[in-house]
């Protein structure tokens, strides 16, 4: 039997439309996870494209990809800018 070969998925590659981005972006919200907020984010960031995205923050694409990783705690100034630039908008509504 032949080896299959398979490949990872990258989610950046299934959000192709602002509808699927809101929805990406509100189920992580959802999640309350500041770090997979941060995350998902970058996510969204790579798939819009990270250097498009610092030109458009004023960030450095370097700076973006660190405070925008699993691991990164980017400041809220920055969120606000990356939400922005992505053409999205942050709501509340209430808990139910």
């Known amino acids: 039997m ?3 070969k ?3 998925l990258d989610p950046a590659e299934l959000l192709t439309s602002p509808e699927a981005v809101a ?3 509100t189920d992580a919200l959802e999640t309350g996870d ?3 907020v ?3 984010l970058g996510v969204v960031a790579r ?4 250097t498009e995205m610092a030109r458009e923050t004023g960030v450095s694409r370097e700076s973006l990809y660190r405070a925008l990783s699993e ?3 980017p400041e809220f100034a920055t969120v606000l800018k990356v939400v922005k ?3 999205m908008q942050l709501r509340a509504t209430p808990a139910s």
């Open 6 to 8: 398979t490949r990872s």
């Open 47 to 50: 798939a819009k494209g990270m």
């Open 2 to 4: 032949a080896k299959r």
């Open 23 to 25: 929805v990406f972006l």
């Open 34 to 36: 500041p770090a997979f």
């Open 85 to 87: 630039a992505l053409g």
């Open 38 to 40: 941060a995350a998902a």
């Open 71 to 73: 691991g990164g705690n």
